[in-house]
């Protein structure tokens, strides 16, 4: 049943719809595979599943405002993850609990029914550090029978039922269901003090287990000794051929050269213990520096999350954007009325001590085709899209130099690959950042021997390289105009386009 308040902002969301429909759509940095905000801001995916057979991906929404600010869970279904279907939004903030945002959360699918779960945020007015005051942080529970019309909200643990050390920052629930028991992950900020006696808090992760989904006891605190950024947000925990793998996102790591190069990091460690193991002493020992991969080497990665197909695929997909990066990332679809989107659905693949990311094998059965270069310029072809997706494909690299420009030379990202490194750039040839850059630099990943193969994938305003069947991936935003969506690729390459 819609509450009178619901009702109130979904009329208002169809209201900024309407108004700002056309704006929007004509907007030429529209996707044409990515779920994209209908108006307005989109954050993190929330809910992520497949439910009689249907996909639903709801998503962290503002369409009142481009900048951000939440009050939404948006929408979509798919049946193939990669043409979506836009709903209405489900969850908006009408109780005290959620009253400053619904916040992430996940869906859990039970005896044909949908439990989703998520953190209502509250920001109290007044001067507060909303660390230690002035923040609530309520984990609460909605249903379905439909993946559209939610139940009413339950609370299930508010700011008496956290440990003492931990701050007011606890958030962002991923349930899910082992052994005939529920566990609850939620990301957390710990409050701790360095030897000089500064404060200095340590990211970490809470457990919680339940019977019935609706009582809930701390089951694990697991809060390194060894510090890895100040607070985890959006946790995931999951078995992938046997392994187990959490996939967390720590704030406050400094950046080093090849590594945190964004302000907020996102990646993940796969885990010494199976989760029927109390984990807190293992994990007090635990550095997870040494185990932190990052999932994505891009400019435009965060908060992703993972959930298991009907045909047991572990898929993820992320937030193709950061966090407080207004600053250094002048996204150029704001002055029509949106921003951001979510990255292609990837699907996990353990693989000697990793996981490998590559894009659901549901793209492939696009009707792609192969295009012949609109010219030949010494090695390399050049084709010009403007309304197409397009695909590069090479293979059989071996650790070789290759280049890919995408745009034009002074205004265009460049991919560059040699023997174990890539690079992305959007500076130009005389150092320059490219407009299409909106500001950004450069990006530098590794594979661990040799690329290989690479797999460069253009929707219009997203570019996502897949390097040796995704062992290493890079996000990354690009505004360029239609004119300019020039490509020079190495002749050797296949370039596919739908
Ligand atoms: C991550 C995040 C989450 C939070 C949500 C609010 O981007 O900060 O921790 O639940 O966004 O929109």
């Known amino acids: 049943m819609e509450s009178e308040i619901q009702k109130n902002r979904f009329r208002q969301e169809r209201e900024e719809l309407k108004k700002m429909e056309r704006t929007v759509n004509n907007c030429p940095f529209r996707t044409r595979y990515h779920v994209m905000p209908p108006v307005g801001w989109l954050n993190d995916p929330n809910g992520l599943c497949q439910f009689r057979g249907i996909y639903h991906a709801y998503f962290q929404y503002s369409p009142l405002s481009v900048h951000g600010g939440g009050g939404y869970w948006g929408h979509c ?40 779960f998520y953190t209502g945020n509250v920001k109290l007015p007044g001067n507060y550090d909303y660390i230690d005051s002035g923040r609530i942080s309520t984990q609460l529970l ?16 508010g700011m008496e039922d956290y440990p003492e050390n931990i701050t007011r920052h606890v958030r962002d629930p991923k349930v899910w269901k082992e052994e005939g028991t529920y566990y609850m992950v939620l990301g957390a900020r710990a409050r701790a003090w360095d030897k000089e006696g500064e404060r200095s808090d340590r990211g970490g992760v809470l457990i919680y287990t339940s019977q019935d989904k609706k009582n809930w006891s701390l089951w694990s605190e697991l809060v390194p000794d060894k510090k890895f950024g100040y607070m985890w947000e959006c946790p995931d925990i999951f078995v992938l051929s046997g392994t187990r793998v959490l996939s967390y996102c720590p704030q406050g790591l400094p950046a080093g050269e090849e590594k945190y ?3 907020y990091q996102s990646g993940y460690s796969i885990l010494p213990v199976g989760i029927t193991a109390k984990m807190d002493d293992v994990f007090r020992e635990w550095d997870p520096e040494d185990t ?39 996204n150029l679809s704001v002055e029509n009325g949106w921003q951001h989107c979510l990255t292609l659905p990837t699907e996990l693949v353990y693989r000697s001590g990793k996981i490998f990311r590559k894009p659901v094998s549901e793209l492939s059965n696009l009707p792609w085709k192969d295009v012949a270069a609109d010219k030949a310029d010494g090695k390399y072809r050049k084709y010009h899209w403007a309304d197409q997706a ?15 420009l995408i745009g034009r030379e002074d205004n265009g990202l460049t991919i560059h690959v040699a023997g174990d ?65 020039n490509l020079a690729a190495d002749g050797r390459c296949r370039i596919l386009a739908i």
């Open 77 to 116: 279904t798919s049946t193939d993850l990669i043409h979506w279907k836009y709903k209405e939004p489900v969850l908006t903030t009408d109780i005290p609990e959620d009253a400053g945002g619904v916040y992430s959360g996940s869906a859990l699918i039970e005896n044909d029914h949908m439990y989703l």
């Open 142 to 157: 909605t249903e379905s029978d439909d993946g559209q019309h939610m139940s009413g909200k339950t609370k299930l643990l």
């Open 261 to 263: 190069q964004n302000i």
């Open 292 to 330: 932190f991969r990052e999932w994505d080497m891009g400019f435009d990665f965060y908060a992703p999350q993972s959930f298991e197909t009907e045909d047991g695929r572990r898929i993820l997909i992320g937030w193709a954007g950061v966090p407080d990066t207004e600053k250094a990332h002048r």
């Open 390 to 404: 397009v695909a590069v494909k090479e293979d059989g690299i071996a650790g070789g130099e290759r280049c890919l």
């Open 421 to 485: 490194k890539v690079e992305l750039t959007f500076l130009n040839r005389d150092r320059q950042p490219s407009i299409c850059g909106g500001g950004r630099r450069v990006r530098i990943g590794r594979v661990e021997d040799r690329v290989e193969e690479l797999l460069v994938l253009i929707d219009s305003s997203i570019v996502e390289v897949f390097v040796n069947g995704g062992e290493t991936v890079f996000t990354t935003r690009i505004y360029l105009d239609k004119k300019d969506r």
